[in-house]
């Protein structure tokens, strides 16, 4: 299967090169190599994971022509974590904002890596490696709020279990617990997300289609192959290369897929849903 699998992918990217038009560099990512089609998508979510009754907020402001976070503050954006085989990116698309925007708005002194286990054992809202909703996680993370890696490490990714919510940090002490403030879902026009990008990285969701696993760089966009699932990432920054107008995007697949974690996808057409549904957080 493992075999067939690879060549599938292999033969998923043969169709892209291929393909007039392409923005894009078909490929196997190191990340993916060997991964059976049943292991690909148990790191996605079920979609659509959008419950309709959020209420939309318009940011307005100036928004500069471009933002990339991952460059302007490396310190506190550029961390790459890796699910592993469960569909928690829900989980890790909300701490990984968390995490920056309390860093970049120096409420940690340097960033602190913040437990995307504990949101995944410990918010029975949402449904651990089984996916979740992206406005639902930052009500956890206001009302309970999640602790540090450190405190309660990431394990689920190994086996794609949910795991019991922890009582005591891995050490046996006591766990101490961070809270967010609020969080708006920004996704009104194209402006409103940008602006919003403009104050912080930006947690969203979108649908994974076949071609997807062959991204290894360029600015994304559905060429061919049927629907995988859903995905949750965080908008980092946007801007234009060679005409094209692009979202760049943190994923949770770690450094060795896309351009070194990150990808980026066609910006201001709802590319694949990605401008459906995002939070934007105050920390």
């Known amino acids: 299967l493992t075999i067939q699998q690879s060549m599938n992918i292999e033969s998923v990217v043969s169709i892209l090169k291929e393909m007039p038009g392409m923005t894009w560099t078909p490929g196997v990512p190191e990340r993916l190599k060997g991964l059976t089609h ?13 419950p309709m009754t959020v209420d939309k907020v318009k940011y307005v402001g100036a928004a500069p022509a471009s933002v990339d976070w991952a460059t302007q503050n490396a310190a506190c954006v550029n961390h790459i974590r890796d699910q592993g085989q469960c569909g928690s990116c829900w989980a890790f698309s909300a701490v990984a904002e968390f995490g920056d925007r309390r860093c970049i708005n120096k409420k940690d002194a340097t960033r602190v890596i913040y437990s995307e286990q504990y949101v995944v054992s410990c918010d029975k809202i949402d449904s651990g490696c089984n996916g979740g909703y992206i ?62 990008i403009a104050e912080g990285p930006v947690t969203t969701g979108f649908t994974v289609y076949a071609d997807f696993q062959a991204y290894t760089g360029g600015v994304y966009q559905h060429k061919w192959g049927q629907m995988e699932g ?35 996808i066609l910006r201001g057409v709802d590319e694949c849903g990605i401008e459906q549904q995002c939070m934007a957080a105050q920390v």
């Not at 049943?38 to 959008?50: A, S, T, Y």
């Open 38 to 50: 049943e292991q690909f998508k148990g790191m996605l979510m079920n979609v659509p994971k959008i």
């Open 135 to 196: 406005n639902m996680v930052w009500r956890f993370l206001d009302q309970t709020g999640t602790t540090t890696d450190q405190c309660v490490p990431y394990t689920s990714g190994q086996f794609g279990i949910q795991g019991v919510c922890p009582t005591k940090c891995k050490d046996g002490s006591a766990i101490k617990l961070t809270k967010s403030v609020s969080a708006a879902d920004v996704c009104n026009g194209e402006q409103s997300i940008m602006n919003a």
């Open 230 to 264: 859903g995905h949750a990432v965080e908008f980092v920054g946007y801007g234009v290369d060679n005409g094209t107008k692009f979202w760049k995007v943190k994923n949770s697949w770690g450094g060795s897929w896309g351009e070194q974690g990150y990808f980026r």
